[in-house]
């Protein structure tokens, strides 16, 4: 059972990048799914949030607009479209999975977690 985050890289500010979340081992329209991102220095704060029951969405307020999540449950990956991003969005972006949607939205807690996969939003 695994979890794969990939798709970072280097972008400039303004510009955009989509995530991909690859699981292996299980189904991922059977979890919730999240995106994490942990900054140098700062604690773990979550990004987004996709629903398992009836895919509806959340996302933290700083990238509300700006970040879209989705499933591609032919290829059994979410993404995480990125775009208008700010400097202050560098950061280890992390996907996790969990049953217990209130556990991985309101607690950040989850049954797996990806590698992570770094943003840099710099000129």
């Known amino acids: 059972v695994q979890l794969q985050a990939s798709g970072g890289g280097l972008v400039q500010p303004g510009g955009s990048l989509r995530l991909s979340c690859a699981a292996s081992?299980?189904?991922?329209?059977?979890?919730?799914i999240g995106w994490f991102r942990q900054a140098p220095g700062k604690e773990r704060e979550r990004v987004s949030f996709i629903s398992r029951r009836d895919g509806s969405t959340d996302y933290a307020d700083s990238v509300k607009g700006r970040f879209t999540i989705s499933k591609d449950n032919a290829k059994n990956t979410v993404l995480l479209q990125m775009d208008s991003l700010k400097a202050e969005d560098t950061a280890v972006y992390y996907c996790a999975a969990s049953t217990d949607e209130f556990k991985i939205w309101a607690t950040s807690r989850a049954d797996y977690w990806g590698q992570g996969t770094l943003v840099t939003v710099s000129s």
């Open positions: 081992g299980f189904t991922l329209d059977d979890y919730a």
